[in-house]
């Protein structure tokens, strides 16, 4: 298997492995794909066939309803899928989990001429709603950089979501309105666990617990059919004035249901948190760099875990500068992906996605 | 130091102003009451000086990015390329340094500086010739800095300190901290300007004994600005003056030294040497403080526009040339206090009349006193078509032909080259650090375009991540096509609600992104304000606008039905006309560079962070 076969090309659609053709989380819809989580910028394309972890399927049927015309392929994660490359030959497709959310899971295509791994949204370590992501040995590995400078450095998440706690129980103790503003799909169904397991009364905004629900459904118990995670936007006046968490999407940060609430105190939860100009951006009062994607050194030890001896990097601001630091910093050769888009999203501090 | 920037830290995520003050309240008091501290006056006035982003009660440390840049790559071992990447997504320099410190080993572990380490270091700094030698204070202070420390003191020093510790909530605070009477506090702060001092007169139970002194500025009396007059006052006890297109300042003369305090208070002294030169050498053996404006002055006297004064500002030590080129004069208005008697309690008329005394006693072309005329007579002159109808001007002026009047002297006072009027009372002391109804100033916007977006940049500081800068064009016939040529740039004038409505129209229509601005699809109308035009190479329209402010978005308005270039020419031929603005071209200022600008407030010039060289 030649070198250039296995390259990786960057096409408006998305990252493309021409050898088995097959795109890596496409942003646009394509004939194949393979979706590592079911986040909305990596779910966004549809595919006529879509490879997937069966979590991975589950949750974007539960986000975009039944209606999605792609044909789904789900990979278990005790298997393998064989696709032929144009030389004839065959590439095994298994998955490992990439810790990140529920289902989030690398592609590990083995080959005749090494193992090539497509991270995803990564992250080192597990927490009670996902599996533990770790670094999967390999020749070639595609490395998510979104927070691939040297000021990202996120505490410990079980010390994070310790505090998180905390502060809430304070803020209730004192008459106040604990807000977290996470991300509905992930974020949210790990502080909602971490909540309900200190006891903590929790509500949540309607796309936060269709969220928790699909994941009930998978087997991670937040509440939802016990009637224990509220859904904030039903309960009456008085219901709302109750002690209680309130968990939101970040997007809500500045909308009346949060800023006519006189009691609450609001808290971003993502890895920008540990930037002032996010926290004021959100008129947030307090910010916890909780993040389900790898800081800087995690970045830098599972690239050198893995034994890569080349890595793709892709996200970031700072890809070029990223790249750099990661080839000073271990012995291989680092090449960034700066990706075509054809749609431009903002990026807007504290919406990790 | 580090009960003050945990204190300071506190304000950060604090988003209510009383949470804000309790946290400031609770380090001054910890800190103004140490038993342990033999100098806690000292250590409080330090404090209370940093958390309003003081450096130090006078002179400047002139310690810029550049430096700051080099003292980070040293302390925290990160490339340049680092340091300016970190700088770009904090939006904050000083911020991407308390993080990158925070992986310094053993630097959480630091016992830190004392506050009268910090003192100390930046008396050093100001008095540091060399960049070498500031660079070694500066290292040895931040190799013993916490990573929160080094973050706030970075801000401080590059000014970037915004945690919402504005001067009210200071004086809130320092109320709070030693238990005294907010109005006292507030009192006693438009008379000793040092807020430190402040806080130890707080602390001792003194605010009574504060007063002025010649020789320490005090906060400015101000003009509540009005397009008109709405109810009726009566003309006989106003006075009017030309609204001077200058800089605010008080002149001040004390023990034979002559010391200029530009409008933030800071001493700009060496930017106007020819000033303090005439006050000092004319004012030989006495003592005053003068409250006046300064303003550039032409040929026959005639007064040049701000334009024109930019020369001079932010300049230390300006060239013979520069001098000769750009001369200033001090106009002065207000007198505030005159060999060591205080005036400020006098009415308006006194203090004028012994002004007048000392301005005939200087009798020096570089110190002026500003004429000022009864509003009565004001009136009538100026506007001759009223003459005939008015023989006897009588004091029962109704509001509408006040009002009508003052239109006509208006226009007269902008025919004068100034901006505009100012009504002062006769019978009012001089209400420091007030803006009341004593003082009023008329003045109005020169005019307003309908601009299209062209190109959109993202803010700093709590207006990072979203589009707030907006570079914006009028049409100009080309052949028989019409193009779009810039003519501007606006920062503010949006709340923040809009600006997020913005950034998302905006993102939308981008076409493409060059370095931090995004060129987007010309489509959005703003109505935008601007006190002036000049000519200008800046942009392809060839004109630039003075103070462009966000009027509204104009979003009943397609970007065909915007302005042109031959509007924006006949608007500038009427103010030529007016010899309000110089025909001519005004120098393009730099980017990125601290100093003095628009009316005399320390900024710091947008610019992208990182681009320092």
């Not at chain 1, 000073?328 to 990706?339: C, D, G, K, M, W």
């Not at chain 2, 940049?457 to 589009?467: P, Q, S, T």
């Amino acid at each position: 298997m030649s070198a250039r076969e296995w390259a990786i090309e960057v096409r408006p659609e998305g990252l493309y492995l021409p050898a088995i053709e097959l795109f890596l989380d496409p942003a646009l819809p394509v004939a194949r794909a393979f979706v590592s989580h079911a986040h909305g910028d990596h779910a966004s394309g549809g595919a006529g066939e879509v490879f997937a972890s069966p979590e991975t399927l589950a949750l974007i049927a539960a986000r975009r309803g039944e209606s999605s015309a792609s044909t789904p392929a789900p990979i278990a994660w005790d298997g393998a899928v064989e696709l032929k490359t144009p030389s004839g030959a065959t590439a095994r497709l298994s998955l490992a989990p990439a810790g990140h959310i529920l289902g989030a899971a690398q592609l590990v295509i083995d080959h005749a001429g090494g193992r090539f791994v497509y991270g995803g949204d990564y992250r080192s370590g597990g927490d009670a709603t996902h599996a533990i992501g770790a670094p999967v040995p390999c020749d070639e590995l595609v490395l998510e950089a979104t927070y691939g400078l040297p000021i990202f450095r996120f505490p410990s998440r079980d010390l994070l979501l310790t505090q998180i706690v905390a502060w809430c129980g304070e803020r209730i103790d004192a008459g106040e309105t604990p807000v977290l503003l996470a991300y509905a799909l992930g974020k949210s169904q790990a502080l909602a666990h971490a909540c309900l397991a200190a006891g903590l009364p929790v509500r949540a905004h309607g796309a936060v617990r269709k969220m928790c629900a699909a994941y009930e459904a998978l087997g991670v118990s937040l509440g939802v059919a016990d009637g224990t995670l509220q859904h904030y936007a039903s309960l009456d006046a008085r219901a709302k004035k109750e002690p209680g968490v309130l968990l939101t999407p970040p997007w809500t940060a500045n909308h009346p249901m949060i800023r006519k609430l006189k009691s609450a105190r609001v808290a971003l939860v993502s890895g920008h948190a540990c930037i002032d100009a996010a926290l004021d951006q959100r008129r947030a009062d307090a910010g916890f760099a909780l993040s389900d994607h790898a800081d800087y050194d995690d970045l830098i030890a599972t690239a050198r875990a893995t034994g890569a001896r080349r890595v793709y990097v892709t996200h970031g601001e700072e890809l070029g500068l990223f790249a750099r630091l990661l080839g000073a910093a271990i012995s291989a050769e680092v090449v960034p992906l700066v990706a075509a888009k054809l749609v431009e999203s903002v990026t807007v501090a504290g919406e990790e996605a | 130091m580090i009960r003050l920037s945990r204190a300071l830290e506190r304000t950060k995520s604090s988003r209510g102003r009383l949470d804000k003050e309790r946290a400031l309240a609770d380090a001054f008091a910890l800190i103004g009451r140490d038993s342990l501290d033999e100098d806690s006056a000292g250590s409080l006035r330090v404090a209370v000086r940093l958390a309003t982003g003081a450096v130090t009660a006078s002179a400047p440390i002139g310690v810029g990015f550049s430096l700051m840049q080099e003292v980070i790559i040293a302390e925290t071992g990160w490339d340049s390329e680092v340091v300016r990447a970190c700088s770009r997504t904090c939006g904050d320099m000083a911020e991407a340094f308390g993080l990158l410190m925070q992986r310094v080993r053993g630097a959480d572990r630091r016992s830190g500086v004392s506050l009268s380490d910090v003192a100390r270091t930046f008396e050093l700094l100001a008095q540091a010739s060399s960049r070498a030698h500031k660079r070694r204070h500066l290292d040895e202070l931040f190799h013993r800095a916490t990573p929160l420390e080094a973050k706030y003191l970075a801000k401080v020093i590059l000014g970037s300190l915004r945690t919402g510790a504005l001067e009210g909530v200071v004086e809130n605070a320092i109320a709070r901290a030693f238990a005294q009477p907010l109005e006292e506090v507030r009192r006693a702060a438009t008379l000793v300007t040092d807020p430190g001092e402040l806080a130890v007169l707080a602390r001792d139970g003194r605010l009574a004994e504060a007063s002025m002194s010649i020789g320490a500025p005090v906060a400015f009396m101000l003009a509540t600005p009005i397009e008109t007059v709405a109810t009726t006052l009566s003309p006989a006890q106003w006075t009017v003056e030309d609204k001077y297109d200058g800089v605010r300042a008080q002149l001040h003369l004390h023990d034979g030294e002559a010391i200029v305090f530009a409008r933030g208070l800071e001493r700009v002294t060496e930017t106007f040497p020819e000033v303090a030169r005439a006050a000092a050498e004319r004012g030989r053996g006495r003592t005053f403080a003068i409250d006046g404006e300064l303003l550039a002055v032409g040929e026959g006297d005639k007064p040049r526009p701000f334009m024109a004064l930019q020369q001079r500002l932010g300049r230390k030590a300006p060239t013979a040339a520069t001098l000769a080129a750009t001369p200033v004069a001090f106009i002065a208005y207000d007198l505030l206090a005159i060999d060591g008697k205080i005036l400020l309690e006098f009415p308006l008329a006194d203090r004028r009349a012994l002004l007048a005394e000392l301005t005939d006693a200087l009798d020096c072309p570089e110190i002026r006193l500003s004429p000022s005329t009864p509003l009565l007579d004001a009136l009538d002159p100026l506007d001759p078509l009223e003459t005939d109808a008015l023989s006897e001007p009588t004091p029962e002026l109704d509001v509408a032909e006040v009002a009508r009047r003052l239109d006509g002297a208006f226009a007269a006072a902008r025919g004068r080259g100034h901006e505009g009027l100012v009504l002062k009372r006769n019978d009012a002391p001089y209400e420091a650090g007030r803006r009341g109804q004593s003082w009023l100033k008329v003045k109005r916007a020169f005019a307003t375009l309908d601009v299209v977006i062209t190109a959109a940049e993202e803010g700093h500081g709590r207006r990072a991540g979203v589009l707030s800068d907006y570079t914006f064009a009028v049409w100009r016939d080309e052949g028989d096509a019409r193009a779009l040529v810039n003519v501007g740039k606006a920062y503010s004038g949006l709340t923040d609600v809009e600006i997020d409505d913005m950034t998302r129209r905006l993102t939308a229509l981008t076409l493409g992104r060059y370095g931090g601005a995004r060129l987007v699809r010309p489509e959005i109308v703003l109505e935008v304000a601007f006190d002036g035009l000049q000519r200008s190479k800046r942009h392809k329209s060839g004109f630039a606008l003075r103070f462009p402010r966000i009027v509204r978005i104009r979003t009943d308005k397609t970007a065909e039905q915007a302005d042109d270039v031959a509007t924006v020419e006949k608007l500038f031929a009427s103010q030529v006309g007016a010899g309000h603005r110089e025909e001519g071209e005004a120098k393009t200022r730099g980017r990125g560079r601290r100093g003095m600008t628009e009316k005399g407030e320390t900024t710091r010039q947008l610019g992208l962070f990182g681009e320092e060289k």
